[in-house]
């Protein structure tokens, strides 16, 4: 039988973006620290 | 899809409550469909990653800050989230189109320097320096007048004034004064352009 070699090629990746950002992202929300005070926001990055 | 919704609301509160692992599975349950929908509009992987990153930072803010009132919607909010960045995107190129360098137009044809650059200062000085010299040159009446006008920027009513002479004379003596700076640079032959 012969070997059907588009099926790779036709499948699709998924497009995802790079770890790096990921990783940035959950730090971010980590370091994040928002206070509200008389109706204002105040936001607080941690070290 | 009912039970994706419902774990998304409890994963918000969970989030919204301190839970940051939370935040990491709603990343990654909805990664890729809001990066694949943010490069279909972009087509700029690097730019897609930007818009990305400032979706979450505004989802992480407006959580953290307790704005968020969309249970159950967490998707389609975070999407709209990154439309109306991607609607800023556009609309901040279209205020500064990009301009790129082509064999048939060069960026430096748009892009002008209008301050004068070293050499162009430099020369203005020694021009500037030359007249000065001639200046000093020119008979006292005549130095007078000519330097009240045009460095002090009196009237030639004013100079008539503080000088104690007539108007007709405040103005022959700017007429002799140019005359004689005319003589001078054309009998050193001294150039006074750039």
């Given at each position: 039988?012969?070997k059907?070699?588009s099926?790779?090629?036709l499948?699709?990746?998924?497009l995802?973006?790079?770890?790096?950002t990921?990783?940035f992202?959950?730090?971010y929300?980590?370091?994040?620290?928002?206070v509200?005070m008389?109706?204002?926001?105040?936001?607080?990055i941690?070290? | 899809?009912?039970?994706?919704?419902?774990?998304?609301?409890?994963?918000?509160k969970?989030?919204?409550?301190g839970?940051?692992n939370?935040?990491?599975?709603?990343?990654?349950r909805?990664?890729s469909?809001?990066?694949?929908?943010?490069?279909?509009?972009?087509?700029?992987?690097?730019?897609?990653?930007?818009?990305?990153?400032?979706?979450?930072m505004?989802?992480?803010?407006?959580?953290?800050?307790?704005?968020?009132n969309?249970?159950?919607?967490?998707?389609p909010?975070?999407?709209?989230?990154?439309?109306?960045l991607?609607?800023?995107?556009?609309?901040?190129?279209?205020k500064m189109?990009?301009?790129?360098?082509t064999d048939?137009?060069?960026?430096?044809?748009?892009?002008?320097?209008t301050s004068?650059?070293v050499?162009?200062?430099?020369?203005?000085?020694?021009i500037?320096?030359?007249?000065q010299?001639?200046?000093?040159?020119?008979?006292?009446d005549?130095?007078?007048?000519?330097?009240?006008?045009?460095?002090q920027?009196?009237?030639f009513?004013?100079?008539?004034?503080?000088?104690?002479?007539?108007?007709?004379?405040?103005?022959?003596?700017?007429r002799?004064?140019?005359l004689?700076?005319?003589?001078?640079?054309?009998?050193?032959?001294i150039?006074?352009t750039?």
């Amino acid at each position: 039988m012969a070997k059907l070699y588009s099926k790779n090629a036709l499948a699709t990746s998924k497009l995802l973006p790079k770890k790096e950002t990921i990783s940035f992202l959950l730090k971010y929300s980590k370091a994040l620290n928002i206070v509200k005070m008389g109706g204002i926001n105040f936001e607080f990055i941690a070290n | 899809m009912a039970t994706t919704q419902l774990l998304d609301a409890l994963l918000v509160k969970n989030y919204i409550a301190g839970d940051e692992n939370a935040l990491v599975i709603l990343i990654n349950r909805h990664q890729s469909k809001i990066y694949g929908f943010i490069y279909s509009k972009i087509n700029n992987r690097d730019l897609a990653e930007d818009i990305f990153q400032d979706t979450f930072m505004k989802v992480i803010k407006t959580l953290k800050s307790n704005c968020y009132n969309e249970e159950g919607k967490f998707l389609p909010w975070v999407m709209r989230i990154s439309h109306n960045l991607i609607m800023d995107h556009y609309r901040k190129n279209q205020k500064m189109p990009m301009l790129r360098e082509t064999d048939e137009f060069s960026i430096f044809s748009v892009l002008q320097e209008t301050s004068p650059n070293v050499e162009k200062r430099i020369i203005s000085e020694l021009i500037e320096q030359d007249l000065q010299k001639i200046i000093k040159e020119l008979p006292d009446d005549q130095r007078e007048v000519l330097v009240m006008r045009i460095y002090q920027d009196y009237s030639f009513n004013e100079i008539a004034e503080i000088t104690g002479v007539s108007i007709n004379t405040a103005l022959g003596r700017m007429r002799y004064a140019l005359l004689n700076l005319r003589k001078v640079i054309e009998k050193n032959q001294i150039i006074l352009t750039d």
